[in-house]
């Protein structure tokens, strides 16, 4: 399985995303879940943004040596899942790459049963330190109920 988190530059939420799934899947002992980020506007191998590298450091995420890239179809093709940042991410793809968009989610909203008034995770970038934390704060919340998602789908797999 190959999950995607697009985003606009790939400089901040969609790397976010990446190494912090990465290692909550990691944590709880799922294996053979590949994890990749682009950008619906990214320039290809721009560093991520120095603010998204300092708080991931802080929660012991190392997010140095990502380089941004630009989303293509063949990198919509290769994922199982594809979670985008927000509504408007979601709303591209599936215009642009209509045939690739077929299982294309709001982040916030995949494999969820109640409806957050928030839908979207916010842009950082051009904020100050205190965005950034809370930008990976509301990640790893979500990815913390993705993972445990993604946990009970995997063991219902290996009983089957």
Sequence with gaps: MTILF???GNT???PMAEVILRQKLAH???QGIQVASAGVAAEEGFPAHPLAIGV???HGLKLNQHRSRQLTSALMREADVILGMTESHTHLLSETYPEEAADTHLL???ERED???DRNIADPIGMDPIQY???FNEL???LERIVKVLGNKYRKEKMC
Excluded: F
């Design 6 to 8: 697009v985003c606009t």
């Design 12 to 14: 901040c939420r969609s």
């Design 133 to 135: 934390q809370r930008c």
């Design 115 to 117: 409806i957050p008034r």
């Design 108 to 110: 916030k909203l995949y």
């Design 140 to 142: 790893e919340s979500e």
């Design 28 to 30: 709880h002992g799922l």
């Design 56 to 58: 991931c450091l802080e």
